[in-house]
């Protein structure tokens, strides 16, 4: 090569040198890539011909000193990785361990091996770290509700946390976190019923017990086999329904009662919404509603029909009429009423059953 482009490569050469003595491995990096770029655009030109041997060792002390300030920066980059994951910067270590991989030669098994491991526990890290963050406001909510005896409305904020990381393992903790407490408000919601079920048969109502039974069932945790066993337990020692027990239909008001609810609640609508202090019929200087009392009198019994027509079908097992006779009820309910809280509080626990994966929609 000629004079000017061997001193070119030679002073990149030295500023690699001067970098790697003061260790800063970047740097020297950079000097040595340079130089080594002169040499290939040597070898893609005529000029290729004039390099000599004294070139071609010069060429060689640059590819080693390279070869040396990469590892070590390599070893930075692992150095570094390890101490983001120990801060717990996850996101961070993953990264200085891929620079570290890419850095790394494919002779250097021993390291590579070593740093792939130390990339793969980032890697896990990170991914556990952003679903705990995903599914923290869920799990929280779930965990308040929980505390405060509200099973119903945990077991629906659990199962959206659930849904997030359906791609984990089983034996994940966050897996066996949300099941243990699944089956934990499960277990809540069943209790009331064994009450139930017990009053049921010493009252001689074998066909009610059955059917609470079921519906105590349904709210099984699929992996609960304690509870199952329990609970089947108790069924084979309820008494079998006598054959003149009828059951439930899905009505038992006649259409005649609901069609009068539903004409004294629109009549009743109509006079209340039309009603001014012009009104012929309203007493002088009063700003009372006169038809109030009769349109709240209709509307509650309107309301106690389909809370009614709720609660058959819930006890049948029709879980989603039951869920929609209850949306009716509570468009009735004023939200004072403790009625309302109650229907809410039902159509809650249908909910919960609902969501169950186990649940067979027929």
């Given amino acids: 090569m000629n004079a000017e482009t061997r001193q070119l490569i030679e002073s990149y050469k030295n500023d690699g040198d001067a970098c790697q003595e003061n260790?800063?491995?970047?740097?020297?990096?950079?000097?040595?890539?340079?130089a080594l770029e002169e040499f290939d655009r040597i070898e893609s030109e005529e000029e290729y011909e004039l390099v000599t041997a004294d070139d071609k060792a010069l060429r060689a002390q640059i590819e080693e000193a390279l070869g040396k300030v990469t590892f070590r920066l390599a070893q930075n980059h692992r150095e570094w990785g390890l101490a983001a994951l120990k801060s717990k910067d996850y996101a961070r270590a993953v990264e200085e361990f891929e620079e570290a991989i890419e850095l790394t030669g494919e002779d250097n098994l021993p390291f590579l091996e070593e740093v792939k491991k130390l990339l793969d526990k980032a890697r896990l890290k990170?991914?556990?770290?952003?679903?705990?963050?995903?599914?923290?406001?869920s799990v929280q909510r779930g965990d308040d509700f929980r505390r405060a005896g509200n099973y119903a409305e945990a077991i629906l904020e659990y199962q959206e946390a659930l849904k997030a990381i359906a791609g984990l393992p089983p034996e994940h903790r966050f897996v066996r976190y949300l099941r243990e407490a699944l089956q934990e408000c499960r277990r809540q919601l069943i209790k009331p019923y064994l009450v139930r079920i017990h009053r049921a048969v010493h009252a001689g109502k074998p066909a009610h017990a059955h059917n609470l039974l079921k519906r105590a069932m349904l709210l099984l945790d699929e992996n609960d086999l304690v509870y199952r066993a329990f609970l089947t337990q108790i069924r084979d020692s309820i008494p079998a329904p006598a054959p003149a027990e009828a059951e439930e239909s899905d009505e038992v008001e006649s259409p005649e009662t609901w069609a009068k609810a539903i004409r004294d609640y629109e009549e009743?609508?109509?006079?209340?919404?039309?009603?001014?202090?012009?009104?012929?019929?309203?007493?002088?200087y009063t700003g009372v509603n006169i038809y109030e009392d009769k349109f709240i009198s209709a509307r509650r019994n309107l309301a106690n029909l389909y809370k009614g027509r709720g609660d058959r079908f819930r006890d049948q097992l029709k879980l989603e009429k039951a869920?929609?006779?209850?949306?009716?009820?509570?468009?009735?309910?004023?939200?004072s009423d403790k009625l309302f809280h109650d229907?809410?509080?039902?159509?809650?626990?249908?909910?919960a059953q609902l969501g169950q994966p186990t649940l067979a929609v027929k």
């Fill in 343 to 351: 229907t809410f509080r039902e159509m809650k626990k249908l909910r």
């Fill in 126 to 137: 990170n991914r556990d770290h952003n679903l705990h963050e995903e599914l923290t406001p």
């Fill in 323 to 335: 869920i929609r006779s209850y949306k009716e009820a509570l468009k009735l309910y004023p939200r």
């Fill in 23 to 34: 260790q800063e491995w970047g740097s020297a990096r950079i000097a040595y890539e340079k």
């Fill in 268 to 284: 009743a609508l109509d006079l209340y919404s039309s009603f001014t202090l012009n009104d012929p019929l309203s007493p002088a």
